[in-house]
């Protein structure tokens, strides 16, 4: 077993991201060669909001591996309220091979990573969303070498982007993200982004034009304009990202071959138009498909074996 921890995309080296997307694009051609590789281990699976397909891709990749799952609810274990965060990591050490939390605050799974041995992974925080920016990549490199690929965020420059920038840039691509004024991407991210980048010959850029954004992208991907925690602002976010639909028109000026990517849920009409989700170019269930490989590669990757 390593100490590693898969908190932020930027936990990897370059290296190890790229063996981690190889191995799951092997592991989705073949899942039968490593069914039973984690044999007994416990894994448990903690969410501190809903989830459909972090929470059953990971327990059927799980599954698959020969681990068990233990799922955890939120409201009995009271994470930092009815037990220090300090006291779970260290009494679910005691018991648990590997802790992949889904929570509020990014901050939690530092202090999980802090006192727990066991690798811990980040099933979704605030800032980022690292197990989606696996499967993100793994869906584009069957479309298209990753080298140089375009990909246009167009949307709220939150967890998703975040985490799709660090592995666009650690893998060569060149992103542009888009997003009204105020709702970019934080500087940090940009900023380690770029600097990834520099190694992995990847570029990012901070937009406010959709259309600057998507003229001849190779993808073209957005995500939802309020995430969970964020339902109060529906209504003012609505107001200020209708500029960045995802329309038709817009997904038309994408290169003639780019492909849309969602991490889902979407929401029709706001986000993205029906036309897209469902575009013979829409590559979104394909992508959902893929957290189940990519989360078997990742655990593989962080346990050793
Ligand atoms: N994309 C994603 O993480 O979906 P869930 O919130 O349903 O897990
Ligand atoms: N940005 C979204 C992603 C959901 C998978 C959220 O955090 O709610």
Redesign the pocket.
Known sequence: MTDLDFLSVADLEIQALRDVLDRAAAVKKAPRAVRGRLDDMKVGLFFEK??????VSSEVAIEDLGAHPVVLKADEVGLGKREAVEDVARVLDRYLDVLAFRVFHHSDLEVLADYAAAPVINL?SDLE?PC?ALADLMTIAEHRPLQDTVLAYVGDGNNVAHSLMLAGAMTGMQIRVATPEGYGPHDDFVRLARRLGSAGGGTVEALHDPAAAVKDADVVYTDVWASMGQESETATRHELFADFQVSLSLFDTAASDAIFLH???AHRGEEVVHAVMEHDRSRVFDQAENRMHAFKALLLYLTAL
């Open positions: 809903p989830s459909t397909r972090t929470r979704l969303h989606q991490c889902l849920p």
